[in-house]
């Protein structure tokens, strides 16, 4: 019996070290959970919110490099299944076996289950948006991405291209209208995002239409990427819309607020072209060696005949045959006028244009030789002019 006893307490002593330890590669593990997951898993191998860092990481690393969220989720899979295992009511992790779950049925089974669990991880809530936006639930995947987005506004970035395929469809605008309506800081950026997206510029346009956006920004990148696209014919009303203006109206004006309806102006090193400071004329000014268009603008095609007139008080010759009136009708690469200033005599004179020649563009070219003086020189207006 006394030998027994020190024998004991040896056990004792041996089972409380080795629950010390184990107690603290856990707390430790616990500790760098976050800031080191692969430290954590070694100090405790059954910490399961390590693994589901670590699942997260692969995810969003091999999500970026291959723009595909669903490639990424099947690059994580085994750290997210392993997560589950040890901690099996892990948000993320739940989420990336979702979103790599190619059955529709079982991936359904698997969200169920996570939003028992938790209705606030904004993963999980991106691949319910997503499941959403597969089963063309519109109006609950606009809604889901509004909670998302007031809670984390962060995840603009990885959340908008998905909104974009439900936002390009036929017959959403009016789902959007009901929401974006500006009461939440990511629906401007929304705004800029979708007009930057080929799928998503028509619809943009209807839903211009509708509301105000309050951002000249959208509208100018909008209306530029419309007519990049060809459709002048929407871009057209939706500027006269914006501006409250007619085109043919303001020819002679030298506004620069939303080309390409307005004018573009170039600003490069030794080329440039900008309002003077009463805005009545255009500044041009180019270094030696250089030379290009300096502005243009498209205006919807006159009546013919015409006449393009431009207004100036330019007495050099070289000046005025180093600039040059270009008109084009939009889209087109091939000029139906290029002459210099010297030939302009009583206006250029057009007197038919082809039948599909809605718009044209308008164009100002200038240079100034090598080895000779900058050209720099002011034009007071275009005007167009009916015969």
């Known amino acids: 019996m006394k030998v027994a006893r020190p024998l004991r307490f040896g056990v004792l002593i041996t089972l409380g ?31 399961g919110l390590a693994y589901e860092n670590i699942a997260s990481a692969v995810f969003l690393a ?37 979103l790599a779950e190619d059955d529709p049925e079982k991936r359904r089974r698997i969200l169920d289950a996570a939003l028992a669990l938790n209705r ?48 390009a469809q036929e017959g959403a605008i009016n ?57 002048v014919a929407t871009a057209y009303p939706l500027y006269q819309q914006i501006t409250g203006s007619n085109a043919t109206d303001a020819s002679g004006a030298w506004s620069n607020d939303y080309p390409p309806f307005d004018w573009s102006l170039t600003d490069e090193a030794g080329l440039r072209a900008q309002p003077s400071l009463s805005g009545k004329e255009l500044e041009i000014s180019v270094k030696p060696g250089k030379g290009g268009v300096v502005a243009r603008r498209l205006m919807r095609a006159p009546e013919r005949p015409f006449s393009i007139i ?17 008109i084009k009708c939009a889209g087109q690469a091939s000029a139906i006028l290029e002459a210099n200033l ?20 308008i164009a100002i070219a200038a240079r100034a030789w090598s080895g000779r003086s900058a050209l720099n020189e002011n034009i ?8």
């Open 17 to 47: 070290l080795v629950l010390a330890v184990a107690l603290g590669a856990q707390s430790a593990g616990i500790a760098l959970t976050k800031k080191a997951p692969d430290t954590a898993i070694a100090a405790f191998p059954l910490n």
């Open 62 to 98: 091999t999500t970026e490099a291959t723009g595909s969220p669903e490639e990424g989720a099947k690059a994580a899979r085994p750290w997210a299944l392993e997560a589950y295992r040890l901690e099996p009511l892990v948000p993320k992790a739940h989420a990336i076996l979702a």
């Open 120 to 167: 606030r991880e904004p993963r999980l809530q991106a691949v319910v948006l997503q499941q959403q936006v597969a089963d063309a639930d519109y109006p609950a995947a606009i809604a889901s991405l509004d909670r998302i987005l007031r809670v984390k506004p962060s995840q603009y970035n990885e959340l908008f291209p998905v909104l974009i395929n439900v936002f």
């Open 175 to 231: 789902e959007f209208a009901k929401i974006l309506d500006g009461s939440s800081e990511w629906h401007g950026r929304f705004f800029r995002f979708a007009a930057t997206q080929p799928s998503a510029l028509a619809n943009l346009a209807e839903l211009r239409g509708q509301m105000s956006f309050d951002d000249e920004v959208t509208d100018q990148t909008l209306l530029r990427n419309l007519v990049r696209q060809g459709d």
């Open 310 to 326: 431009v207004k100036h008080s330019i007495d050099s010759e070289q000046a005025l045959q180093d600039i040059d009136v270009v």
């Open 342 to 361: 010297v030939r302009q005599g009583n206006g250029y004179r057009i007197d038919n244009l082809p039948s599909d020649c809605a718009f044209i563009e």
């Open 380 to 387: 007071e207006a275009v005007d167009v002019v009916q015969r």
